[in-house]
């Protein structure tokens, strides 16, 4: 089963949500549409859901154009981040809405509710009402929900953002088994890149209505190709290429980087040389498994990441040097 | 040093002990006295026995009984159809597209302005033996009677019908629809698993609401009730018609006893509500959906034309030469001559303006010194504040008769004054006053109170400086909430009034028990002119208020 997205527009007004987004994927992948508020990733998830309409574009699973079904018999499943369960109705219940809605015959239903309480680890919580459950608790009765019945497509719209953060780890790791245990294609909606890079096989990462880079997470962190990607997976130094032929020459591998492209080197690949010289340290942070400097450099300032309790103090003089193939060359804008 | 804080803890402590015991007396004075009154004069024989016989006697009665089915007959209908249609209203307006949603709104309300005779006025103008539909269509209705009557009180129940129903809509996870939505559920389906269950509680409270406001009122049931007698008028007879006032006592506490149930249940239904609602993620807003938005108009808007022309047509028929013949406009009605003129509706306007005040007030102090008490005494208060709104206007008002009409008591003297009249209504209204004003001053941000008294504010400098104008929109809400009803009110005052002291709606039943129902229109006019009036004037000091603050 395959999803494509092919140009996707939309605009509210004058402003717009969505600028031709193209990206297809299939199951069973788990893809993050990843991205700063605004940046049009709820929309595109809400268009794929069908509660919101493009202005022009393709929508395709598998060969049946989406845009001509409504919202209720594309067979989808959605989780929000507010929970959103029926406040009216038990945890069996709301599990089984579904179902019900379906018209499948009662002992199924309570057969099919029974398996999926087993698989979120609640059964039992089956006849409680929301409000008299934890916020980890009712998401993962929202996620049975969602999974009931069999949807071809698994949408999940900030589903941690409202937890809080051993919760929102817990379910991480146990959304992650759920999806791969069932092979079903999942796009989540997120803003949050550490659970993006944790979660997702692949990442479309977005910039105001457009995919500012897609692919693995490894392939977003290590090689962004944009300046935006760089900064929004993680802490990074930006050095200008003149700085680089100058003080580390070695990064450019002899070759001569395109115009308007500047180099991008993780905290974590420049190595610190107590023996050396040329570069001084400003500032230490302790972060329990890592340690973060803050190092004045000739090129500027940079930040450098060591494992573990650094040895290093303020004021010492320190030679610096940078991991020749962990450098990315990205467009500067 | 050390003298001046004690002196200024002193002073704290009267001012506290003022704000509390000055509407506490008023309370025990003028409400549980009263009560306790008809208590005892229900219990009292005519042999001078203290005993359960006047409620045999009552009982025994055929006619009590036949009352007391009508009355039950009458308020559960009511309750059925002032509840669909005021679902429908709400639902019209809180979910789906409709125009003119606000006028909507204030056409429904408009009952709420006007004395509740008023309605029975309008039916007869247009269905009674002269009316105009009747007249139009050449056909014999009788208004008067279990239908006329069915119809009036389901628009005087309307307006407070659609505020609890639209309230208990508002708050909507719009993310809740959307995941019935995607689960398959069509729009209908949606509205009978989600939102009715989701409802229940906001819906059973308005049920409960109609079925008080409809076994208490008097002034429909007076103009248009005829031969289908109901416990208020059955009361009323009792007293006004035979000076019985014991009998009239046991029909008095016969009533309370539906009442007080369904105000029990009513608080029980509004906690419920608090207990199973979640905090709205994302509000709703309907998408324009012509399936359901077109009939929702056409249904709303006929429902709503109801009041409108029932209301429209006692202003129309005000100028009306002479109803249905002479269709030419004149002032000529405005010329009232019988029982005092004006005079009733000035002294009404004096009543109104002194309980709005005083209640306003007292609510203030009392409501300021509870926040500052210990829980153990705030609750029985609390609860002695709720009381009021399960007493039938017609009871207070008896039992203000058998109190302050009772000879050698020191308050007799307020007996057949306007001041009077004024305290009863004030206790009439306590109520909804007393909740109005405690959501206000829990809204006032604590941190605020205590920034002020850390800075070595006072109470008086508190009040003055922060209590108050944080307040000020919710105080003259209460005061025009106050003078309003006190405007249009009927069934309490009904018994107080004397032939030198009356107010308006009973001007407006004598009229109309007279035959002159154009002058009772004219009348109804000139007041609702004054209560219009007033809610303009609150309008308008609340815009006032809200650029200032």
């Not at chain 2, 206007?393 to 057949?416: D, H, I």
Request: hydrophobic share 50%.
């Amino acid at each position: 089963m395959q999803l494509q997205i092919r140009n996707l527009r939309k605009a509210y007004g004058a402003t717009i949500a969505l600028d031709g987004v193209s990206f297809t994927a299939s199951a069973p992948q788990f893809v993050c549409l990843l991205g700063p508020s605004g940046c049009g990733k709820t929309t595109l998830l809400r268009m794929i859901a069908g509660l919101a309409q493009p202005d022009g574009g393709e929508l395709r699973l598998g060969t049946q154009d989406l845009t001509l079904v409504p919202a209720r018999r594309r067979g989808f499943g959605i989780v929000f981040q507010s929970y959103s369960l029926f406040p009216n109705m038990t945890v069996a219940q709301n599990i089984g809405y579904g179902l019900r809605i379906r018209g499948d015959a009662p002992e199924r239903i309570k057969a099919r509710v029974g398996i999926l309480l087993d698989m979120i680890r609640l059964p039992q919580l089956a006849d409680r009402y929301p409000w008299q459950l934890s916020g980890g608790q009712q998401q993962r009765v929202a996620l049975a929900r969602a999974l009931a019945p069999e949807p071809k497509l698994l949408l999940l719209d900030e589903p941690l953002s409202a937890l809080d953060a051993k919760v929102r780890t817990e379910l991480r790791t146990e959304i992650r088994s759920l999806q791969q245990q069932l092979g079903i294609l999942t796009l989540m909606v997120t803003h949050d890149q550490e659970e993006a890079l944790t979660l997702a096989d692949r990442i479309v990462c977005m910039r105001q209505g457009a995919i500012a880079q897609a692919g693995t997470p490894e392939e977003l962190y290590s090689r962004p190709t944009n300046r935006f990607v760089a900064d929004f997976m993680g802490l990074s130094n930006m050095i200008a290429p003149e700085i680089v032929r100058r003080l580390a020459p070695h990064l450019l591998d002899g070759d001569a980087p395109e115009a308007d492209r500047i180099a991008c080197v993780r905290p974590e690949d420049i190595r610190l040389d107590a023996s050396g010289t040329g570069a001084r340290i400003q500032q230490v942070q302790f972060l329990g498994n890592l340690s973060r400097l803050r190092v004045d450099w000739p090129g500027g300032e940079l930040i450098v990441e060591e494992t573990g309790y650094t040895q290093l103090r303020p004021g010492m003089e320190v030679g610096v040097a940078f991991k020749a193939d962990r450098c990315a060359w990205v467009s500067a804008s | 040093m050390t003298g001046t804080i004690k002196r200024a803890r002193d002073s704290d402590r009267w001012l506290l002990a003022a704000c509390l015991g000055v509407p506490l007396a008023a309370l025990l004075i003028f409400f549980a006295n009263p009560l306790a009154t008809v208590v005892a004069y229900s219990l009292m024989e005519p042999d001078g026995q203290i005993g359960l016989g006047n409620y045999a006697s009552v009982m025994a009665a055929p006619n009590f009984w036949r009352a007391t089915a009508n009355s039950l007959v009458m308020s559960l209908s009511t309750t059925a159809v002032a509840l669909l249609l005021g679902l429908v209203i709400a639902y019209a307006t809180q979910r789906c597209r409709v125009p003119g949603r606000a006028l909507l709104l204030g056409a429904v309300a408009l009952p709420l302005l006007a004395p509740s005779l008023v309605q029975g006025l309008g039916l007869i103008f247009l269905l009674g033996r002269n009316g105009l539909i009747t007249k139009l269509l050449g056909i014999e209705i009788n208004i008067y009677g279990f239908w006329g009557l069915l119809i009036a009180n389901t628009l005087y129940a309307l307006p407070q019908a659609v505020l609890i129903i639209a309230a208990a809509l508002r708050s909507a996870d719009a993310r809740i629809y959307e995941a019935a939505e995607v689960l398959g559920s069509s729009g209908v389906r949606r509205f009978f698993d989600i939102t009715l269950p989701n409802i229940k509680f906001g819906l059973l409270s308005a049920a409960f609401i109609i079925f008080t406001v409809t076994i208490t009122d008097f002034g429909n049931a007076a103009t248009i009730g005829g031969d289908y007698a109901i416990l208020a008028t059955e009361i009323y007879g009792q007293v006004v018609g035979q000076m019985n006032f014991n009998m009239g006592a046991v029909v008095g506490i016969l009533l309370l006893l539906p009442t007080l149930l369904a105000f029990y249940l009513e608080r029980v239904a509004t906690e419920r509500q608090f207990g199973s609602g979640s905090e709205a993620a994302v509000p709703l807003t309907p998408a324009w959906t012509p399936a359901r938005d077109l009939p929702m108009t056409v249904a709303a808007w006929l429902i709503a034309l109801l009041p409108v022309v029932t209301i429209g047509i006692v202003v129309y028929a005000s100028f009306v030469w002479l109803w249905p013949y002479r269709f030419d406009l004149t002032l000529r009605h405005y010329a009232v001559k019988i029982s005092g003129g004006y005079e009733p509706l000035w002294t009404t306007v004096q009543v109104s303006l002194g309980a709005a005040l005083a209640g306003t007030l007292l609510l203030f102090a009392l409501g300021f010194a509870l926040q500052r008490l210990p829980r153990a005494i705030v609750k029985p208060i609390y609860l002695l504040c709720l009381l009021p709104a399960a007493v039938p206007g017609l009871v207070l008002g008896l039992a203000y008769v058998l109190t302050f009409n009772a000879p050698g008591m020191p308050w007799q003297a307020l007996y057949g004054t306007a001041t009077l009249l004024a305290v009863c209504n004030m206790m009439h209204y306590w109520t909804q006053g007393f909740l109005t004003t405690m959501t206000g001053l829990r809204q006032v941000p604590s941190a605020l109170e205590e920034t002020a008294a850390s800075l070595g504010a006072g109470l008086p400098r508190l009040v003055r400086d922060v209590t108050g104008p944080w307040m000020a929109p919710t105080l003259v809400s209460v005061f025009f909430f106050l003078f309003m009803r006190s405007m249009v009110t009927l069934s309490a005052v009904v018994f107080l009034v004397t032939a030198s002291v009356s107010v308006a709606s009973v001007s407006i039943m004598r009229l109309d028990e007279a035959g002159f129902t154009s002058q009772a229109a004219a009348y109804a006019t000139c007041t609702m002119a004054v209560v219009v009036l007033a809610a303009g004037l609150m309008r308008l000091s609340l815009r006032l208020l809200g650029r200032g603050g």
